[in-house]
Every structure is written in C-alpha cells, then in structure tokens.
C-alpha cells in the first residue's frame, strides 16, 4: 500500500513536470489544481456517480447492483474525472 502511495506521488510530481506549467498569451504560468483537490473531486465524483447507478439499479431491477459492476462503474467514473481535472488550473491571486 505504502508502495503504491509512493508510485502516485511520484507520478503526480512527473506529471507536474512534464504539463504541469503551461504558458498563457500573456506569459503568466498556470500549475495544475493540487493533487488533493484533485483526489477529493475524484472521490466526490466516483461516490456520487456510484450511488446514483446503484440507485437506477435497483429502482428498474429490484436486486442491489453487484459489487464488480460497481466497481467497473466507479472506475470508469474515476478516469474521465481525473483527466478533466489536470485541464482545470487554479486562479492566480
């Protein structure tokens, strides 16, 4: 676990590097949102999308969704949200 809290924190900073300074017309430099704001609305999006499925779900079908669909779901959730998040850069002050 520890080990793949490392890799992601490696990862991120890679990825700051690499796309995380993007020049304006003007010259001014906009950073990538944090990588907490980032994993928080990740997370947000991930539980809100699940709950919803899982509610349809069982609205239509009266049986709760399985736990692999849910996890299909949420991980399918998870990969749009986050990419759209790395296009999201904070306002300068």
Request: charged letters at 25%; zero cysteines; a positive charge.
């Given at each position: 676990m520890f080990h793949l809290l490392v890799s992601f924190l490696e990862l991120d900073a890679l990825e700051r590097r690499s796309?995380?300074?993007?020049?304006?017309?003007k010259g001014?430099?906009?950073e990538l949102l944090p990588l907490w704001q980032r994993l928080?609305?990740?997370v947000v999006g991930m539980l809100l999308v699940s709950y919803l499925?899982?509610?349809v779900w069982q609205s239509l079908l009266n049986f709760t969704i399985p736990s692999?669909?849910?996890g299909i779901v949420g991980g399918l959730t998870a990969?749009?949200?986050?990419?759209g998040l790395k296009?999201?850069?904070p306002?300068?002050?």
């Open positions: 796309a995380g300074v993007a020049r304006t017309d001014v430099a906009n928080l609305l990740t499925v899982g509610w692999y669909v849910s990969l749009p949200i986050w990419e296009r999201v850069r306002k300068n002050r």
